[in-house]
């Protein structure tokens, strides 16, 4: 237990479906994350919040949509997703953001299959 | 951007056997983390090492700044020790990135 959780832990979609994958974290931090792991590849980071403001946007597809409505909530909003998008999506929160020497807590990932 | 280069890629063991897992970097950096990330897929931090040596139980880690590497040590390992092995770090100068390495895979046999 890191103090990070996801909902769901799998989800299946097709490609004209629209859904929202869910993170919070318990621990108080400010900063929070969302990574693409996909297979043979090393995690990517897709998008950092700091205080709820966005501060990185990794070239990420515009069918990718993050929302982060307080410092412990964040939403990636997923619509006509393609199937390489399948993969392991990760949520990560720090105290403040980790180029300053921040530990980084995971959460236990959402399995996604676009169909 | 910086680069991070895990070894080996794959390792097998035989249970009570030691390790040592090795991450390069090719650039200064200011953080330096170990996580396992175990067969769900659940990434656990290990440590946090920009440089010097820690120690936890039957892990340990060392970074040396200077050449650019930090070693993970794992001893009399166990079956619970399988899974994946990364190592991230964030530059010196920049922005507040975590670079991941593309992990050694560890898998103890019993």
């Known amino acids: 237990e890191t103090g990070v959780t996801q909902t769901p832990r799998h989800l299946v979609m097709g490609m004209t479906n629209k859904k929202s994958l869910k993170c919070e974290q318990h621990l108080g931090h400010n900063a929070m994350y969302w990574y693409k792991q996909s297979a043979k590849k090393p995690l990517e980071l897709m998008f950092v919040?700091?205080?709820?403001?966005?501060?990185e946007n990794n070239s990420v597809p515009s069918r990718f949509s993050p929302e982060c409505p307080n410092s412990s909530h964040l939403f990636l909003h997923l619509h006509t997703l393609q199937p390489e998008d399948s993969a392991l999506y990760l949520c990560?929160?720090?105290?403040?953001?980790?180029?300053?020497?921040?530990?980084?807590?995971f959460g236990p990932g959402t399995r996604l299959t676009v169909l | 951007g910086i680069q991070v280069e895990q070894s080996p890629p794959d390792l097998i063991l035989q249970e009570g056997a030691n390790s040592t897992l090795r991450c390069n970097f090719s650039d200064s950096v200011n953080n330096l983390q170990w996580f396992h990330q175990n067969p769900w897929g659940q990434l656990i931090n290990l440590f946090y090492?920009?440089?010097g040596t820690k120690q936890n139980g039957r892990l340990s880690a060392t970074t040396v700044a200077t050449e650019r590497y930090s070693l993970l040590y794992i001893s009399s390992s166990q079956t619970t020790d399988s899974g994946v092995y990364f190592c991230a770090v964030g530059p010196n100068f920049g922005n507040e990135k975590l670079t991941f390495g593309t992990g050694t895979r560890l898998t103890i046999i019993p």
């Open positions: 990560a929160s720090s105290q403040d953001l980790t180029g300053a020497g921040d530990t980084q807590y």
């Open positions: 090492i920009p440089s």
């Open positions: 919040y700091n205080f709820k403001e966005q501060t």
